[in-house]
């Protein structure tokens, strides 16, 4: 049937490197020299003008950092990374800015391009006002603008770039910082600790309900540089904020490092939800270029009643290694993760979850849907785990694969500790194929070939779109269709 | 309305449809009766357009244009329905968000407009109270967890939504209980129309009971071997498939 052939090369023809936000921003950028050393962390703390305290944390985590391997468990594999090619810090040459007036217009113009309200004029005035998202946006090392901020002070709430918090609220970052993730965590989190260039900081007072969504934005721009940003939110008694982080790059035909930390902290009766749609440049049809994505974020649901919500919609990156974890230490405290883990072309991804149970009666659950296209691998590894004195605890998992073709792979590596009888854990664990009958069944009410498996993907995922704050749910909607083109046929 | 014309067909080097001619006329409902293994699926798949068959000879024309070269969206969009034997789960994709995008997809790929919601939900209403499929089935995801005669229903509700030209009815019967049978027979009935034809496929004469066919066509090994009235259904009703078993094809 020649309608059909045509289509099938219609469909070959379209690859995934189509990666819409791999342009380039050109503009003057100021470097440390290639590579780490002690001298290296002097500079990065020096252009920060760290107090001497911040300094002697990051050249312990150095030193520490030193004796460490790079972990191997993950099934994962990739060329190693030659830390000392790398810039730790690269940061565009103007000076930081005092209002939004004074970003340089090139760095305007890029998050124009992503699609980022950078202006509070234009946020407030834009095409959609009903709903005002704070943004700071992180490009490179530095934080370049933080949008609402007054109206946030208002509220009591700390919206800021990590590196000034840690001169204006020293205490609180002193408290706080590698609390959840501590410096001699994992061989990229310590990593992390010692070159960290910025982030963001947040703190939301007790019984604030932060006024509106916060947001990060992480862009890569500058050749052989790694993005080592650090974020610390901080939700004290009775209170409340959602947090949306999305990410971009551009395409590059080498690998670049992202290993970034994420801590939450949430006291008693608090509530924290972060939601993330990670779209690094995956890299090429053939496995060229693409983040490699190593991050770890945790949160500490450190007070009774409290609760940590992660999100996630990963589509892109060459490699990612991700856990973002809930520590549900407070009495009847309550962790939650749902994760979308989209992998195409020449993708890896080994993600997933760890719910440490210590607190009494406490709950979580996890939602993992992974979709596997083209040649990819897509692991889950999760661990549910209920300490001695966690009477109670309970989890809910399910861990769901969907597989498009048959050159790729989905594998599920559920963990489960249990050191308290009265614990119940709940797993279940299906894959499935998208089967030739059921795109049959669409086709013939009508739905073209790439319709059809975008419905069903989409029902597939359905549990854990619902999750994401509406406008967000769109858009990540959108990408997990654009990350699979090509992938039928 | 439709006409096939010596198609032949195999799958795996098995070939199931030898030279198969089959006229259906405008507003006509044939029927198609045969044993086990007679290529009567294989037949309505294919002209459904499933990729799985390999046509060596022959055409399908509809209203003159030959579908064999559209894909099956397109034969979709051109008219063609088949209510499937084993109507498919879509897990997650609620039963309205199905409908709706295939009402859109046929519509666009036609050149029209798409249905405003409220009609959209006004027609699906007056379709499901026609075939008593409550409000609640409509929610749910297309298909997980209904039973054998409710997907069969929902198979013709997609029907009198989409309202397509030539309707394929591959064993609507099989599975159905005396009321189930009923309101589906009601269903198609209701949607007998000058410029609608229905090729009905069935191992059992109780279905021809309710559906009650213009022509009814015999089919064995891969062809169709004896054409005649409705009486003809009755016959085989007593006299069983034995004959058309042993006789090798003409």
């Known amino acids: ?489 | 309305m439709l006409e096939i014309k010596n198609l032949v067909v195999q799958i795996e080097d098995n070939r199931i449809l030898n030279g198969l001619n089959l006229t259906v006329n405008d507003g006509e409902v044939a029927a198609i009766m045969g044993p086990n293994g007679s290529g009567k699926s294989t037949l309505s798949y294919v002209i459904a357009g499933k990729e799985d068959y390999e046509v060596l000879d022959g055409e399908i024309l509809l209203d003159g244009q030959n579908v064999l070269e559209m894909a099956a969206d397109e034969r979709a969009a051109a008219g063609i329905f088949l209510a499937f034997q084993y109507p498919l789960e879509i897990p997650g994709v609620g039963t309205m968000t199905f409908l709706k995008a295939c009402l859109n997809a046929q519509r666009k790929a036609r050149g029209e407009d798409e249905l405003s919601t409220p009609d959209f939900i006004r027609a699906v209403n007056a379709a499901a109270d026609k075939l008593e499929i409550n409000k609640e089935m409509l929610k749910r995801a297309l298909n997980v967890g209904f039973s054998g005669g409710e997907k069969k229903r929902m198979e013709i509700l997609q029907m009198a939504l989409l309202q397509p030209k030539f309707c394929v009815l591959d064993e609507t019967d099989s599975g159905l209980d005396i009321d189930a049978l009923r309101i589906v027979s009601e269903g198609v009935n209701a949607l007998r129309a000058q410029g609608r034809s229905f090729l009905v496929i069935t191992h059992y004469q109780r279905l021809l009971n309710h559906i009650v066919p213009d022509t009814v066509h015999v089919m064995s090994k891969g062809q169709i071997v004896k054409t005649g009235g409705k009486e003809l259904a009755l016959e085989l009703e007593a006299s069983g498939y034995a004959e058309y078993r042993t006789s090798e094809a003409a």
Not at chain 1, 75 to 92: G, T
Not at chain 1, 103 to 119: A, F, H, N, Q, S
Not at chain 1, 173 to 181: A, D, E, I, N, P
Not at chain 1, 323 to 349: H, K, T
Request: net charge negative; charged share 25%; glycine share 6%.
């Open chain 1, 1 to 489: 049937m020649p309608a059909v052939q045509e289509t099938i090369d219609r469909v070959r023809s379209i690859d995934i490197d189509q990666y819409k936000y791999g342009f380039e921003t050109v503009i003057e950028m100021e470097k440390s020299e290639k590579g780490l050393s002690e001298d290296v962390i002097r500079f990065i703390s020096a252009k920060k003008n760290e107090p001497e305290w911040m300094l002697e944390w990051r050249l312990d985590a150095y030193k520490r950092w030193l004796t460490m391997k790079e972990p191997e468990w993950a099934r994962v594999d990739y060329d190693k990374v030659d830390y000392n090619d790398i810039y730790y810090y690269a940061a565009p040459k103007r000076k930081g800015p005092e209002s939004l007036d004074e970003i340089d217009p090139e760095i305007l113009k890029t998050y124009e391009k992503l699609g980022i309200p950078l202006r509070e004029v234009e946020a407030l005035e834009g095409i959609a006002p009903e709903r005002r998202v704070a943004v700071d946006a992180v490009f490179d090392s530095v934080s370049v603008a933080t949008t609402f901020k007054k109206e946030l002070e208002k509220a009591g709430v700390i919206f800021m770039p990590i590196s000034e918090a840690i001169r204006e609220y020293p205490d609180l970052v002193k408290t706080y910082l590698g609390s959840v993730v501590p410096v001699t965590d994992n061989f990229f989190a310590t990593l992390n600790s010692a070159v960290f260039s910025d982030g963001s900081f947040v703190y939301i007072p007790p019984g604030v309900r932060c006024p509106m969504e916060l947001s990060t934005y992480f862009r890569i721009n500058e050749r052989d540089t790694g993005q080592f940003e650090r974020t610390l939110i901080i939700a004290d008694k009775g209170s409340y904020v959602s947090y949306l982080e999305g990410c971009t790059a551009p395409k590059r035909d080498d690998n670049q490092l992202h290993a970034a930390v994420v801590e939450l902290v949430a006291l008693e009766d608090a509530e924290i939800k972060y939601s993330t749609v990670q779209n690094w440049y995956p890299g090429d049809n053939e496995g060229k270029g693409g983040i490699y994505n190593f991050v770890t974020k945790r949160g500490d649901c450190r007070g009774a009643r409290s609760k940590i919500s992660w999100t996630q919609v990963e589509t892109g990156s060459a490699i990612t290694w991700k856990y973002p974890s809930c520590i549900l230490r407070g009495d009847d405290s309550r962790g939650e993760f749902y994760s979308i883990a989209v992998s195409n072309g020449m993708q890896q991804v080994d993600s997933g979850t760890k719910m440490i149970h210590l607190g009494k009666n406490t709950t979580s659950r996890i939602i993992s849907k992974g979709i596997s296209a083209g040649r990819s691998q897509n692991t889950y590894r999760g661990l549910v785990s209920a300490h001695k004195k966690a009477k109670g605890a309970r989890n809910f998992t399910n861990c769901d694969s969907l597989l498009i073709g048959d050159q790729c792979g989905a594998h599920t590596v559920p963990y489960i500790e249990s050191k308290n009888a009265s614990a119940v854990f709940e797993h279940e664990a299906t894959t499935s194929k998208i089967s030739e009958d059921q795109k049959f069944y669409c086709q013939q009410r009508g739905l073209s070939e790439e319709e059809a498996t975008a419905l069903i993907v989409n029902g597939f995922v359905r549990d854990v779109l619902q999750q994401l704050p509406m406008e967000f749910a769109v858009e990540a909607q959108k990408l997990i269709s654009i990350s699979l083109e090509g992938s039928v046929g």
